[in-house]
Structure formats: structure tokens, C-alpha cells
């Protein structure tokens, strides 16, 4: 159980700590610098199977599903990450997987060079990335907490999230301007030029507030198990994973179907897509810099539920844009939201869990990625049906009803707004 004073451990002030301060940790360096590489590979990656797909098909059902597909091995991937984060050198299991990841980015621009590709090609390369992307997540998430003091926790996760949101603010706008520019071959082998980059980054780092790793004798099954008991019999933490759902099953998936809004509302080419996308990331990053420099004042279980309450009515406005303008904007605010809730609450499990569980239950906490494909999915179906505009909203509603139910059934949420 987690003891009755972490939570206000985890949010006492620490003095002199600034927006960047855990970047003056050598090691926390190399991590926060290899991962601008591998998220804006990432990112490229995101915006141009989007479009590659939209073309292919004109279907926003398969562009739905084949950004959701990013995230399925999050269901199977992820959690033996988590086991293999607490059993190996998490460093070395970061360095295999980018490793494999640039492999296979290569051979998809070869084939795309070559006009060869077709749909299921673009299906399979997101789900062979998603899986490479499920395997390393928690072993990131893992080495935060593993290159900085405790205290500088909370700056160190904002900071983790500013590397991710900083790129997405770049790597969506590179990948729609070089779509139109240079091709879509180009960008997949750029994406794997950033992977290696990541590799060699990240060699010389090390972990020096990793507890001491003794080989567990237990099966992978079983060491899985103690992680979701663990999460189970501490209920605080168990209802900060079911908030953690929501984001990825009524707000996220607004950005996989996001080709379909630009050409059918916005009437407009690749590019701007890339643009609106760079929109969510600008307001993104601007609430990552917030936390980084604020967090430790502000963090609460009411501020996350209250930033995941505007998300959703920001989407329902979103979805009845027809100005561009003001898609920038409301995709900005939306993308704050979103990061405000999302950074918050992964300080706050970061601060309860003890670092030789850290691997699994980051595993279970980010499995939420795995409800993308069938929410991208749904969220596509219903744009082919009914159309773009009311699939949008039809989310965001359905945000807003399921996390005031949460609040009002489920004691552990309500009590949230209390840490």
C-alpha cells in the first residue's frame, strides 16, 4: 500500500530547482537527448503512414486502423517490457530495440521506394513499430527515476514529456512538408537515421539510482502477477490508472482520423496536417514546461481531473471548426489538457512505486496505449458513416459522461482530488 505520506513527499518543493534542472544530471542528459531523437522519428513515422494510408484507400476506417495499430502491442509488448525492465540492464534493452526499430524502417522506405507498397504493407510496419515502441516504454519510463536524485523526480517526468511534445511540435510539420516535397520513402529512412542517433546517444549513459538488480526465480507469468496485485491492493494508484484510460479511448483518437478532417472539413493538403498536428504539440509542450517549472506546486488529483474535463469540451468545439484558425487553437488547448492530466498524473504513480515493481506497473499504467486501435478504429468507422465533424463530437461527449461517471462511482476516484 502506499504510505501515508508519499503523496505529500511527492509534492514538497524543492528549493533552486528549475524548469530545467535535471538536465545537469549527465546521465538523465543522455536519456532526455536520445529520446528528442527517437520521438521525433516517431512522429514523422505517425504523420506520414497517416497520409500513406489516406491516399492508398481514401478510407478514414484504415487510417484509423493503421495508426491504431501503433499501439496494440501496448496489449501483449508492454507488459513483458515491464517484466524484462526489472529482471535486465534497462539500458541495454533500450539500445536493442532501437536497434530493431531502425531495421525495419528501413526496409519499409525500400519498399515504398520501389512502389511496391500497398495497405496491409503500412499495417504491418505500424504494428512491427508498435511493438518495438511497447517494449521500450516502460524501460524509459523506468530509467527516469534511474538517472535522477528522488527530489527532482517531478522535473525530471515534466522534462521526459517536454522531449516528446517539443518534437511533435517539429516532427509532424518536417514529415508533412517533406511528403509534399521530397516523398514518402525519404521520410521512413530519416526515421531510421533518427533511431540510430538515438543508439549512440545513449551508450555511454548509466543508472545510478537503480536499486541493486537481483535475478528473480520466479516464471515471467508470476513476476506479472505481483505487478498487478501490487496495483490492485493500492487503490489510490488503481484509480489513477482507470483515469489514465480515458485520454487514449475519446481524445487521442481525434488525431489518427486527422488526414480525413484536413482534406473533407478543412479542405486542405498534407501539409497543414502536418500543421494541425504541430497545434497539438505546441500547446503540449507549453503544459510539460508548466509542470517542469511548476509541478511541484501545483501538482494535485483535482488539477488532472479538472484538465481532463476541458479536454473533452475543447474537443466538441474542435469537431464544429470550419476556420483554421481556430483549429490551431482549439487542438493547442486540447493538447494542454491533455499533457496538464497526463504529466501530473504520472508523477504521481512515479512517487508511490518502489523501483523493483517500477517496470511492471509502468507497463500496466501505459496500457492504455493499447485502446488506441480499437478506439482509432471505432472513431474511424463512425467518420465513414456519419461523418468527420460528428464522430468528433460524439467523442468528446462521450469524454465528458464517462469521466463524470468515474468521479461519481468509483470511491478511489473521488478520492483523487484530495491528494
Same mark, same amino acid.
Given at each position: 500500500? #502506499?504510505?501515508?505520506?508519499?503523496?505529500? %513527499?511527492?509534492?514538497?518543493?524543492?528549493?533552486?530547482?528549475?524548469?530545467?534542472?535535471?538536465?545537469?544530471?549527465?546521465?538523465?542528459?543522455?536519456?532526455?537527448?536520445?529520446?528528442?531523437?527517437?520521438?521525433?522519428?516517431?512522429?514523422?513515422?505517425?504523420? %506520414?503512414?497517416?497520409?500513406?494510408?489516406?491516399?492508398?484507400?481514401?478510407?478514414?476506417?484504415?487510417?484509423?486502423?493503421?495508426?491504431?495499430?501503433?499501439?496494440?502491442?501496448?496489449?501483449?509488448?508492454?507488459?513483458?517490457?515491464?517484466?524484462?525492465?526489472?529482471?535486465?540492464?534497462?539500458?541495454? /534493452?533500450?539500445?536493442?530495440?532501437?536497434?530493431?526499430?531502425?531495421?525495419?524502417?528501413?526496409?519499409?522506405?525500400?519498399?515504398?521506394?520501389?512502389?511496391?507498397?500497398?495497405?496491409?504493407?503500412?499495417?504491418?510496419?505500424?504494428?512491427?513499430?508498435?511493438?518495438?515502441?511497447?517494449?521500450?516504454?516502460?524501460?524509459?519510463?523506468?530509467?527516469?527515476?534511474?538517472?535522477?536524485?528522488?527530489?527532482?523526480?517531478?522535473?525530471?517526468?515534466?522534462?521526459?514529456? %517536454?522531449?516528446?511534445?517539443?518534437?511533435?511540435?517539429?516532427?509532424?510539420?518536417?514529415?508533412?512538408?517533406?511528403?509534399?516535397?521530397?516523398?514518402?520513402?525519404?521520410?521512413?529512412?530519416?526515421?531510421?537515421?533518427?533511431?540510430?542517433?538515438?543508439?549512440?546517444?545513449?551508450?555511454?549513459?548509466?543508472?545510478?539510482?537503480?536499486?541493486?538488480?537481483?535475478?528473480?526465480?520466479?516464471?515471467?507469468?508470476?513476476?506479472?502477477?505481483?505487478?498487478?496485485?501490487?496495483?490492485?491492493?493500492?487503490?489510490?494508484?488503481?484509480?489513477?490508472?482507470?483515469?489514465?484510460?480515458?485520454?487514449?479511448?475519446?481524445?487521442?483518437?481525434?488525431?489518427?482520423?486527422?488526414?480525413?478532417?484536413?482534406?473533407?472539413?478543412?479542405?486542405?493538403?498534407?501539409?497543414?496536417?502536418?500543421?494541425?498536428?504541430?497545434?497539438?504539440?505546441?500547446?503540449?509542450?507549453?503544459?510539460?514546461? %508548466?509542470?517542469?517549472?511548476?509541478?511541484?506546486?501545483?501538482?494535485?488529483?483535482?488539477?488532472?481531473?479538472?484538465?481532463?474535463?476541458?479536454?473533452?469540451?475543447?474537443?466538441?468545439?474542435?469537431?464544429?471548426?470550419?476556420?483554421?484558425?481556430?483549429?490551431?487553437?482549439?487542438?493547442?488547448?486540447?493538447?494542454?489538457?491533455?499533457?496538464?492530466?497526463?504529466?501530473?498524473? #504520472?508523477?504521481?504513480?512515479?512517487?508511490?512505486?518502489?523501483?523493483?515493481?517500477?517496470?511492471?506497473?509502468?507497463?500496466?499504467?501505459?496500457?492504455?496505449?493499447?485502446?488506441?486501435?480499437?478506439?482509432?478504429?471505432?472513431?474511424?468507422?463512425?467518420?465513414?458513416?456519419?461523418?468527420?465533424?460528428?464522430?468528433?463530437?460524439?467523442?468528446?461527449?462521450?469524454?465528458?459522461?464517462?469521466?463524470?461517471?468515474?468521479?461519481?462511482?468509483?470511491?478511489?476516484?473521488?478520492? /483523487?482530488?484530495?491528494?
Amino acid at each position: 500500500m #502506499t504510505p501515508p505520506h508519499a503523496f505529500e %513527499t511527492a509534492k514538497k518543493r524543492t528549493e533552486g530547482i528549475g524548469t530545467f534542472a535535471s538536465l545537469r544530471h549527465a546521465d538523465y542528459l543522455y536519456l532526455w537527448v536520445g529520446n528528442l531523437f527517437n520521438t521525433s522519428g516517431m512522429w514523422i513515422q505517425q504523420v %506520414t503512414v497517416g497520409w500513406l494510408v489516406w491516399k492508398l484507400s481514401g478510407s478514414a476506417t484504415l487510417v484509423g486502423i493503421a495508426s491504431g495499430l501503433r499501439f496494440l502491442p501496448f496489449l501483449f509488448m508492454g507488459p513483458l517490457g515491464g517484466v524484462a525492465a526489472d529482471r535486465m540492464d534497462r539500458r541495454r /534493452l533500450l539500445l536493442m530495440t532501437q536497434l530493431l526499430t531502425a531495421v525495419a524502417a528501413v526496409l519499409f522506405a525500400v519498399v515504398v521506394a520501389l512502389d511496391w507498397v500497398r495497405v496491409w504493407h503500412a499495417l504491418v510496419f505500424s504494428l512491427v513499430m508498435g511493438c518495438g515502441v511497447a517494449m521500450n516504454a516502460p524501460v524509459r519510463q523506468s530509467l527516469i527515476v534511474n538517472t535522477v536524485p528522488r527530489e527532482e523526480l517531478g522535473n525530471a517526468v515534466a522534462l521526459h514529456a %517536454t522531449a516528446i511534445n517539443a518534437t511533435r511540435v517539429i516532427g509532424p510539420a518536417i514529415g508533412g512538408v517533406l511528403i509534399v516535397t521530397l516523398g514518402m520513402a525519404g521520410n521512413f529512412l530519416l526515421q531510421a537515421g533518427l533511431y540510430l542517433c538515438t543508439v549512440a546517444i545513449i551508450f555511454p549513459m548509466q543508472v545510478p539510482y537503480r536499486d541493486p538488480l537481483s535475478a528473480s526465480k520466479e516464471s515471467a507469468l508470476r513476476s506479472l502477477q505481483e505487478g498487478i496485485r501490487y496495483i490492485w491492493n493500492d487503490k489510490s494508484l488503481f484509480g489513477m490508472m482507470l483515469l489514465s484510460f480515458i485520454p487514449a479511448l475519446f481524445v487521442m483518437p481525434i488525431l489518427q482520423i486527422m488526414p480525413a478532417f484536413t482534406e473533407d472539413v478543412l479542405h486542405a493538403q498534407a501539409n497543414i496536417y502536418g500543421y494541425l498536428i504541430t497545434s497539438y504539440g505546441v500547446g503540449a509542450l507549453a503544459a510539460t514546461l %508548466t509542470m517542469a517549472s511548476f509541478g511541484n506546486v501545483i501538482r494535485s488529483g483535482s488539477l488532472g481531473i479538472a484538465a481532463l474535463l476541458a479536454s473533452a469540451v475543447f474537443v466538441i468545439f474542435f469537431s464544429q471548426c470550419t476556420w483554421l484558425w481556430a483549429a490551431f487553437f482549439l487542438l493547442a488547448a486540447t493538447g494542454f489538457c491533455v499533457l496538464i492530466f497526463r504529466v501530473n498524473n #504520472t508523477t504521481l504513480v512515479q512517487a508511490v512505486v518502489p523501483d523493483a515493481l517500477r517496470g511492471r506497473v509502468m507497463s500496466l499504467y501505459q496500457i492504455d496505449h493499447a485502446l488506441m486501435p480499437l478506439s482509432s478504429s471505432a472513431l474511424g468507422i463512425c467518420a465513414d458513416v456519419f461523418s468527420v465533424p460528428a464522430s468528433i463530437a460524439a467523442s468528446g461527449v462521450l469524454c465528458l459522461l464517462v469521466t463524470g461517471g468515474l468521479l461519481l462511482g468509483v470511491k478511489q476516484i473521488r478520492d /483523487l482530488r484530495k491528494l
